[in-house]
């Protein structure tokens, strides 16, 4: 059942403390500072030179994230979208590790994705949320993001809980191939084994719904982002298209100016997400969003130089960078969530699309 809630989406969004803690459960020691995925024993991602990330929708953000954590750390790493990955993917060999981002492990676009990597003789290797998944059974080797099973058609706790995971596997990756992990297990591991909390108190906290009131009567949303913050850009607009019917789109911060800033109005409120990663220069861009009369919504940790100059803003508990993103994308699902309950959406079912995607 629902369990007291409404709706599945708003029982799975608060179900993240415990889907994250699972995630966690037996792979992260914050003490010895050690993390250790079963079945990738240190030193097995040794020989890979490039990763590549394949996947679609929600997961090709999440996808995303884990990429640039990779890039951060100085690891090739590229996301392609699994059903773009057959016209023109990127050259493989036995070096090469793709990842299938994939909660169902049953989406066509990512299994063909996989098929296509294993033609090319790369190593592959499935993070998803169903054991026994064909995803699991046709890759060389699966990480299982333990999230329980997610009924609402839109993905949340699965997202978050595949970001947790390609944040360690980040680790791993860049630990066996460089000699040093992704980030600062002193400060990540702590940071990872205190998201449990940190969300439920956002979600205790959140201001989301009284947000998706005042800006009920918008024409169209738009989601700004830079560096871990682009991807949860494009996945707050992509929630938010899904279950509310309304237009919304997401862009890299520095995008806007390029483009999609001849879209910008009065009706049409920007949020804009703060997850350190060159903040002064999102504010520059939420900014000309602002001078074309936009509300801006900032989405940034308590006392960030955001909540001064946007015309509102959405907290989140301070964090390690690799984590802030996650907890960015919690609010922004509130958002989506209470936008789609104030004009009566079925959330769980929205119209034409299905929990899984089995045709191309
Ligand atoms: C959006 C959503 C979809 C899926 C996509 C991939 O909320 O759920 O975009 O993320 O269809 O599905 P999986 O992860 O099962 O491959």
């Known amino acids: 059942g629902k369990g007291g809630y409404d709706h599945f989406m708003l029982k799975e969004i608060h179900e993240q403390p415990t889907s994250i803690a699972q995630a966690l459960e037996g792979r992260v020691d914050p003490g010895a500072g050690e993390i250790a995925l079963e079945g990738f024993e240190p030193g097995t991602f040794a020989d890979v030179d490039h990763v590549q990330l394949v996947a679609c929708g929600t997961s090709y953000h999440a996808a995303m994230y884990g990429a640039f954590a990779l890039r951060q750390a100085g690891i090739h790493a590229t996301t392609v979208l699994a059903n773009e990955y057959s016209v023109a993917a990127p050259p493989i060999d036995e070096d090469t590790l793709v990842i299938a981002v994939t909660q169902s492990g049953e989406t066509a676009d990512t299994l063909n994705a996989l098929r296509r990597a294993t033609a090319g003789g790369a190593r592959t290797l499935a993070l998803t ?31 978050s ?30 940071a990872l084994s205190q998201t449990p909390g940190a969300i439920d108190d956002l979600l205790e906290s959140s201001r989301a ?26 996945e707050g607009a992509l929630k938010f298209k899904e279950i509310t ?39 520059k861009n939420a900014a000309e969003a602002q001078t074309r009369g936009a509300p801006v919504v900032a989405v940034c940790p308590e006392g960030h ?20 993103g996650l ?12 936008a789609a309950a104030q ?13 899984s995607v089995t045709v191309e």
């Open 305 to 324: 130089r955001a909540t001064e100059v946007a015309d509102a803003h959405l907290e989140i508990p301070d964090t390690d960078p690799d984590v802030a």
């Open 161 to 190: 809980s595949q970001v947790v995971m390609l944040v360690l596997l980040a680790q791993r990756i860049t630990e066996d191939r460089l000699g040093d992990p992704a980030a600062d297990p002193d400060t990540l591991l702590p």
């Open 327 to 338: 907890l960015a994308n919690v609010q922004l699902q509130l958002v989506s969530y209470h």
């Open 209 to 234: 719904a009284a947000i998706a009131d005042r800006f009920e009567d918008s024409q169209s949303y738009f989601f700004i982002g830079r560096g871990l913050g682009y991807p949860v850009a494009l």
């Open 245 to 283: 019917y309304e237009h919304a789109e997401g862009f890299a911060s520095g995008e806007l100016k390029h483009g999609p800033l001849a879209l910008v109005t009065a009706d049409t409120p920007v949020f804009a997400v703060f997850v350190g990663d060159e903040d002064e220069k999102t504010l």
């Open 129 to 159: 949320n169903v054991v026994g998944s064909t995803a699991a059974r046709q890759a060389d080797d699966a990480l299982f993001i333990r999230a329980g099973p997610e009924i609402g058609v839109a993905a949340t706790k699965t997202f």
């Open 343 to 355: 004009l009566d959406r079925p959330i769980d079912k929205p119209r034409n699309l299905a929990k």
